[in-house]
């Protein structure tokens, strides 16, 4: 265990951001879900008796009859973003006095930095370089990222939990969500920050980052494996058959297709999965749902792509003249 | 009066120099007192009516004056739904997010102050701004962990409202404006990234602006990029970077981009988008729970 190595890269200017994501995000998630617990809590109460629906206020903030519904903005909102401003301004001239902005040496395009970091929140695109070619990781998937973010509000037809913060009403959504926010993203900034070394090499937290260190895995495109695995059988001349390129595009395109059906069937599954999922599905035009299978499915081929990877040492999945997937 | 002689009124009445001068000062004095009066209470006074045109009064109606016709305040309703006000329901990320703004445009005009857009001093101009210039660190330091935290604040912003559903109807559209100010706070910060010209900022830019050339049917070595005619001198990177590589073109750029280009654009989407919250019927909640089985799903698209 290098508990100097450790502490270098924890305590590297431009990480303690990501520290403090640390904390913050489980902080906030905690936040988020003991609010939203206590609403399902009350929504229970609420649905078993109909006599409490038609008097209750519905809300888990206290009450009382006589209460006003609103405040007067003067005071009780500004004071409140007036001390927020008060504690941010603090909080930053704390940090600002404490800790340099790090500063390294002049560029200098004949010396590489290594590891070459991008910023810590492009991170997760930067580690996505691992799975996916350039123009997946860099172009597509990002462009993707941003218009599904944007069509949420048009693909989500629920219309429960609009303005309070609930779980069970939103399921399916709130798990999507945090798969892609947490699972995905903040996960992946947290892997390209403590966990990529030099030449973007795996090291777990507490290893030393060896600059010489070397890895000898073959990475192996999955055609070829089906090809190994056909000649392993003694099925030379069908093996000898995958060194065509237009068999491995045309291999290639089935096995994205298969992996196309299964994981949008699978989708489905979730969509329509309870009564209440059924109404909503209803609800929703063509345009709709295929536009949510797409977003859905691209991001599933993101994990996908990690374990296949990670685990069966397989880079691409399909290989054509003109782009790898 | 003019021709009373101030000799012969002393001969007139003989009394002390003192007593005269008291006698002639009391006006003054009672001006004075009046004035010094007037200030405990400035909200009296012509020059506060002049800037503030209401009363400052414990009445509902001038506390709703107060904001509604303060330029700097008027983007707030006169009344927020009370529960709003708690802190748990908001975490008020939004707000945050808009102070660091304000805050790094402060600090990013002063630094402006003392930083060139050329290859030759940039790396200079910083070294000077951190040991020369007074308060050129705190300056610098403010201005760095303003803009992380900023991303930090937006992307907690952005999960508040996702887990209130705040982006449902009504608020759809604002939701994608939101979006956009995301993508447009990480720019920022991206493009502020290489300014200091030094090792860091230089290949975290080279590499994320390769990603760039592997643009589809737009970088040369993207899929079907060279047989649309993509070459390192004519395609998507070049024109972000000025050049084929990361050199003085592309630090002017970034400059341009980060400190008027995009401040700019994401400062009419942050009107658009506070505008919105407003028309939008204001903040989201915390609203009354529903419950499934008082949808009327056949009437929902009615609204």
Known sequence: MDWHQLWVITSTPDNVPIVALLFLVPFYVWYAFRQAFANDRLIEQLEASPE???????????????????????????????????????????????????????????????????????????????????????????????????????????????????????????????????GLWVLMVVIGTFIRGPGWMWFWPGATWDHSRLIFEINRDLDQIVAGIFSSLGMLSVAEFFGNIWVRTVFGAIVTGLYFAVAGFAIHKLIVATEFNRKVYARMSMLQYLTLQVMLTFMLLLPVKIVLRLLFRIKYIWVTPWFNI | MADENPNQSENKNPVGLMDRVKEEIKPFQQKLESDLAGLMQPQKTALYKSIFRVKHDETP???????????????????????????????????????????????????????????????????????????????????????????????????????????????????????????LTMLLSFTGYLLPDDQLGFWAVTVGTNMARASPGLGHEGPFGPQLGMTPYNDVRFALLGGSIVDSNALLRAYIWHCIAIPIIASTFMIVHFWRVRKDGGISGPSPVGLAKEIKWDRLDER
């Open chain 2, 61 to 183: 109606r001038s506390r709703s004056l107060g904001v509604l016709s303060n330029v700097f305040l008027h983007l707030h309703p006169a009344r927020v739904n009370r529960d709003a006000v708690r802190y748990g329901y908001t975490w008020g990320m939004g707000g945050i997010t808009f102070y660091l703004f304000i805050v790094l445009t402060f600090t990013g005009v002063l630094l402006m102050f003392y930083y060139h857009p050329s290859k030759i001093v940039a790396f200079q101009d910083i070294l000077y701004l951190e040991h020369d210039v007074p308060f050129g660190k705190l300056l610098r330091n403010m201005h760095r962990w303003g803009a992380h935290l900023m991303i930090i604040t937006v992307w907690l912003h952005m999960f508040r409202v996702f887990l209130t559903g705040s982006y449902k109807k009504p608020r759809e559209f604002n939701w994608v404006v939101g979006v956009l100010l995301l993508v």
């Open chain 1, 52 to 182: 409490m629906a038609k008097t209750h206020h519905r809300k888990t903030q206290p009450y009382q009859s006589g209460w006003a519904k609103e405040l007067p903005v003067w005071p009780f909102l500004l004071r409140m973003e007036f001390l927020a401003a008060l504690i941010v301004t603090i909080v930053l001239f704390v940090w600002s006095i404490t800790l340099n902005a790090p500063l390294e040496e002049p560029a200098n395009a004949s010396i590489t930095m290594n590891p070459a970091k991008a910023p810590w929140y492009f991170l997760g695109l930067q580690e996505m370089l691992v799975y996916f070619d350039p123009w997946m990781a860099g172009v597509i998937l990002p462009t993707l990222i941003v218009v599904g973010l944007m069509a949420i509000p048009y693909m989500d037809m629920n219309p429960l939990g609009n303005g309070y913060y609930t779980y069970k009403q939103r399921k399916f959504a709130i798990w999507t969500f945090c798969f892609g926010f947490i």
